[in-house]
């Protein structure tokens, strides 16, 4: 139902704003993009200015984050000692904070998880929070996952009420370096992915909106969207970039837990525990909100 969440419970400029939300997100995006833009011909990687380079970092996390993308398309574990190996030595006493960087970047642009194997000592596994075909690629041949993209517009959706404009969309996807018919080196052309590609998968729903003169669309999520992830795994998803608890996000976590109960009602299963109201003031809630990953 598109106008579930846009009821009083929600402040209105929080609602019709989200991006005061969801700016932190945005920058981590950016940031991370612009880590992997370095190891690609600027030509292939227009945001690759977004993040300045001078970050000791930021290279051995570029380089990283190439290979686990490499290793994710093999589906094979990997070992910390294949790792090292990608990293200049003088890094290796640096090689978990690497780690970390390289695995937020993962989550937050392509939504894939690096986690511990506990099968084998020193080894990990990449997973990706949705499943989207041929691992998130989406289209044969070569390319990069596109699930955190994907959840990234669900979680803009989910902000706006269940339904967010076209317009609003590429408004907010602009922020990230990423425009309507320009190809971009992760993402490739943008418009057909969002309103061709997703939509053909079920994960987005694109219509116009109602009553519109001239015809003017939205999006909202689709049924694949429903039945694969919950608005409490984006928020999580959107907590996690911003190193808080899913509840900062207040009027959203409670929705979130509402909708939780309800599918856990359609299972058969326990309720979720209410949520406790919060009506925090506008400043607090953006002051919450205003930090990023390092």
């Not at 570029?62 to 290793?71: E, G, R, T, Y």
């Not at 090689?95 to 986690?115: N, P, Q």
């Not at 989910?158 to 992760?186: P, Q, V």
């Amino acid at each position: 139902n598109s106008a579930k969440g846009r009821g009083p419970g929600l402040q209105r400029s929080q609602r019709e704003d989200p991006e005061r939300t969801i700016v932190s997100p945005t920058r981590s995006s950016k940031r991370a993009i612009g880590e992997i833009g370095k190891t690609h011909n600027s030509s292939l990687a227009p945001v690759s200015n977004v993040w300045s380079g001078k970050h000791s970092l930021t290279r051995p996390t570029s380089l990283l984050v190439q290979f686990l993308l490499h290793m994710y398309k093999t589906r094979k574990p990997i070992r910390k000692v294949n790792m090292l190996k990608i990293i200049d030595k003088k890094y290796h006493n640096r090689f978990l904070r690497i780690l970390k960087r390289a695995s937020d970047s993962m989550e937050v642009v392509f939504g894939i998880d690096v986690k511990k194997d506990n099968t084998a000592k020193h080894s990990y596994v990449l997973v990706s929070k949705m499943s989207l075909p041929r691992n998130g690629i989406v289209h044969r041949g070569r390319g990069f996952p596109k699930t955190g993209l994907l959840m990234n517009l669900l979680g803009v959706i989910f902000m706006k009420g269940n339904c967010a404009t076209e317009e609003y969309i590429w408004d907010f996807l602009s922020k990230m370096n990423i425009y309507a018919g320009k190809r971009h080196f992760i993402f490739g052309e943008p418009k057909k992915l969002i309103t061709q590609d997703l939509v053909q998968l079920k994960y987005l729903e694109y219509r116009q909106v109602p009553g519109s003169d001239p015809a003017c669309y939205e999006f909202l999520w689709g049924p694949r969207a429903h039945a694969e992830t919950s608005k409490m795994r984006i928020l999580e998803f959107l907590a996690r970039i911003n190193r808080l608890d899913p509840s900062a996000f207040h009027f959203w976590y409670e929705e979130a837990l509402k909708d939780e109960e309800e599918r856990a009602q359609a299972n058969g299963c326990p309720s979720v525990p209410p949520a406790v109201p919060s009506t925090p003031s506008e400043a607090e809630a953006n002051s919450a909100l205003c930090g990023s990953r390092e």
